[in-house]
C-alpha cells in the first residue's frame, strides 16, 4: 500500500517538477515504516521509484543502480568528514556564537528524532536563519546529529556550563525549540515533553517556561499576562517592570553581545515585537500611559 502510494505521489507531481516536494513527502512516508535508515538509501527508493514510473523495470533497475552510487558517495563524504559532527563536550572550547549554533542545531535533531520525524521542516527553518556560508552545512550537520547515539541530556547539559551566568540564552535556545514547531502548525505532545525536559534542564522555571510557550501560541489569543509573565491582578507598577526587565534582556543587540550569532537577529525582532504587542494590549486596557518610544527599556 505504501509503495502505491509513492508511486502515485510522482504520478501527480512528475510533470510539476517540484522534485524538492516530492523528496520531502516520499521522507515522511518512508520513515514512517523503516525509521531513520531511510536515509542511507533515499537515493535507491526515489531513483527505484522513478524509474518505475518512467520506464518499467528496465528503468527501475538503472534508476536503482545510479541511486545506490549517489546513497554510497553521500556517506562517505558524511563519514570522511568529521567537522559535521557535534559533539557536546566541545561546546565550552568554542566561541559563545558557534555554541549556540551547535547547540539549537544538536537538539533541534534530537528533537525530530523524538518525534519520528525525519527534520525537514526543522532543517528548513534552521537554514532561514542562517545568511552565510554555513547555510550548506546546516543539513549535515543535522542529518549526523539526529543519527548520533548522544543523548539530548548530554547536549543540554553540556550547553549550561557554556551559559551558566547567562539564561537568557538559554531561554533563548527554548524560544526557538518552539518556533520550530510553530512552522508545523501546530504543537505535538512528544514535542512538548521535549522541549519541557531541556527547560528543566536549563533551571527554567515553570512560570517562565509558560511565559515562553504562550509567545508563540497565536498572539491574538493568547493570554498577554501570561505573555510578560506577570499576574492578572498585578500592579501596573509590576507591569511596567516586568515589560521593561524582558525588552531589556530580548533585545538584539543584548542577545548579541552575550553570545547570540547575528543570524538571528530577525528572530529576536520578532520575539519583541510579540513582547511589546503583549504589553500594548494591557496598557491600553488598563489606561496606562505609554512611552513615545516603544523602544525606550530604561
Known sequence: ?????????????????????????????????IGDSYYNHLGKIIGGLFGLTVGGVLFCFFGIVGGHLIDRSRNENLDDNKNYRINPDTYQHQPHNEAFTNAIIALSAKMAKADRRSGIIEIKFLQKLFVSNKNKAISKLFNEAKKSSDTFEAHAEAIVVVFHDNNQMLEEIISILFAITKTDSSLCLSEYKFINNVAQIFCITPKDFERIE?????????NPYIMLGVDNNASNLEIKKAWHNLTRNNHPDTLIANGMPCEFIEFANKKMAVINSAYDKIADDRGIRKKNNSNDFS
Open 1 to 33: 500500500m505504501q509503495i502505491h502510494n509513492l508511486k502515485k505521489l510522482l504520478k501527480i507531481r512528475i510533470c510539476d517538477f517540484q522534485w524538492e516536494n516530492i523528496k520531502g513527502e516520499i521522507l515522511e512516508l518512508v520513515e514512517s515504516r
Open 214 to 222: 504562550t509567545i508563540y501560541k497565536d498572539a491574538e489569543k493568547a
